[in-house]
């Protein structure tokens, strides 16, 4: 059984910073693309940093300049280092990944989520 598990949220003033983190576990053969999403209150949760297997990046325009996605693939972690916070980035964080995990005999490809860890940006 695969789990993602994210840890770092917390309170930060404006201006502040946090590093997330997201730590996969369990019969993982592979993991393909990794990706924090984030959903405000009263809002659609949303992709905002991505990264595939190879390091390639991708940002939304709300966080591109402030926020710095990684991955340390040894580990089957991922990180979110989150710069310049601002009130607006309060949410709760998810982390998903694609990959492959199961049995020599069986593989199985899907998408997993973590459980999200909340970030409150407020003075």
């Known amino acids: 059984q695969v789990q993602l598990v994210e840890s770092g949220g917390g309170l930060v003033q404006p201006g502040g910073s946090l590093r997330l983190s997201c730590s996969a576990s369990g019969s993982i053969f592979s993991i393909n693309a990794m990706g924090w999403y984030r959903q405000a209150p009263g809002k659609e949760r949303e992709l905002i940093a991505a990264?595939?297997?190879?390091?390639?990046?991708n940002y939304a325009d709300s966080v591109k300049g402030r926020f710095t996605i990684a991955r340390d693939n040894a580990k089957n972690t991922l990180y979110l280092q989150m710069n310049r916070l601002k009130p607006k980035d309060t949410a709760v964080y998810y982390c998903?990944?694609?990959?492959?995990?199961?049995?020599?005999?069986?593989?199985?490809?899907?998408?997993?989520w973590g459980q999200g860890t909340h970030v409150t940006v407020s003075s």
């Open positions: 998903n990944a694609d990959l492959m995990s199961g049995t020599i005999g069986h593989k199985i490809r899907d998408i997993y």
């Open positions: 990264i595939t297997s190879g390091g390639s990046t």
